[in-house]
């Protein structure tokens, strides 16, 4: 938990959701301070996270357009597929 004791801030929770290891080390620093090591993990975690927040991002924007293609899709296999049977 935060430096507020026992009481769990939003700010905790948010941190905590975008990377429950970057909430760790916010209350746990390193006692030698960073690393070259730290700093290029660091960096590389700094573009998972943007690669895929980009990712969720595209997904929330596009989700629209997502389903009225696969609802266009599936009436145009559900018309093929009477017009082939069909007598």
């Known amino acids: 938990m935060g430096e507020g004791g026992p ?4 700010s905790d929770l948010a941190d ?3 990377c429950p290891r970057s909430h760790w080390y916010h209350d746990h620093p390193p006692r030698e301070g960073s690393t070259r090591e730290s700093q ?4 590389a975690g700094t ?3 943007r690669r895929v927040l980009g ?6 924007e596009h989700g629209a357009a997502y389903w009225a ?4 899709g599936a ?7 009477a ?3 069909h007598p």
Not at 40 to 43: D, E, G, M, N
Not at 55 to 60: I, S, T, V, Y
Not at 75 to 81: E, N, P, T, Y
């Open 69 to 72: 293609a696969l609802a266009v």
């Open 16 to 18: 905590y959701a975008f």
């Open 55 to 60: 990712a969720e991002r595209r997904r929330a």
């Open 75 to 81: 009436v145009l296999i559900v018309g093929g597929v």
């Open 7 to 10: 009481w769990v801030t939003a």
């Open 83 to 85: 017009w082939i049977f």
């Open 40 to 43: 290029h993990r660091s960096a």
């Open 47 to 49: 573009r998972y996270h």
